[in-house]
């Protein structure tokens, strides 16, 4: 995997990770329409599941993912996957639109799901799936992985939990990527598919923003997207920004664009700004522009010092092992159902509130 391709971007962590012996937890996966599957499969496996099956009715998907994991065989069909009474937990990154109905029916055959983000594209699909998880008691995951699959995102998460900062007031958060246009499949340019840049990675942020400020509910303020610069694909919004603040009155700024320069050394240079009471952290997860190439460098200061940690390989990954526990043990751990389900919703909210920047002449 290219550092500078975020489409296939798939983390490895350690192997310490292990909370399950083989076979103790047996997972299902489909619906490879998108790379993060990957990055999804290397935490699963690493935390100590087994992978029993893959299924895609696309055999080109299927081949891609077996050369990455060529231990896993292939399933005839979805069905043998959701009829099986071994497996526990179903993950997939089917396109956008489609994620909510796939992670239905998996509910509805008694296993929970995990999803790429975003894991709804409207918020029709978001209140039936509260329905469906409520109905079943199963869990409906979403694989926010620029924060949960970021080792210096964790880190700083560890720095406020331990009251380095003091209450966190403010985030800012920004999430440039870069396009690949010529690589993106049909979907990825139609908005009922993808949803919109805010209910796409714009989730990322508001999830980061509920986390780190311990907010259980945001009101979106204010948001705005556009299509700068790809009028043959009008339907891509290649930006996006919008202003939240939490109901403990946290606020919080963020940015997503598809606008990564070619020359960057990775696929975005993805920044948050923490602001606590007692001091800041700046999170620089996947590079240190034209200073270092690696990624994971997290700034504390505070009133007694200025801190730089590099923590690329001392953190890892701990949402895989707390969710497969929680999934054993009917514990909410590593993130609650509400946390995700409110994230989601606020996402949509900023993505159905937004003002069209291209509606406007300057």
Partial sequence: MSGKDGMNYAPKGKEVNKVVEAGEFVVGVTALDHGHINGMSNGLLEAGATIKYVYDPDPEKLKAYQEAFPAIPAADSLEQILEDPEIQLVAAAAVPNLRSALGNRVMRAGKDYFTDKTGFTTMEQLEETKKVAAETGRRYWVYFSERIHVEGAIFAGQLINEGKIGKVIQVTGFG?????????PEWFFKKEQYGGILTDIGSHQIEQFLYYTGNKDAKVLHSKVGNYSNPDTPELEDYGDATLVGENGASFIFKV???????????????????????TIEIRKYINVATEETGDHVFLVTKDSEEHYAVTGEVGFPFFGEMILDIINGTENAMTQDHIFKAQELCLKAQEQAIVISDFSV
């Fill in 176 to 184: 440039p990527h870069r396009l690949d246009k010529e690589k993106r």
């Fill in 257 to 279: 664009d598809w606008f990564t320069p070619d020359g960057l050394g990775t696929w975005g240079d993805g920044r948050t700004f923490i602001t606590g009471t007692e001091g």
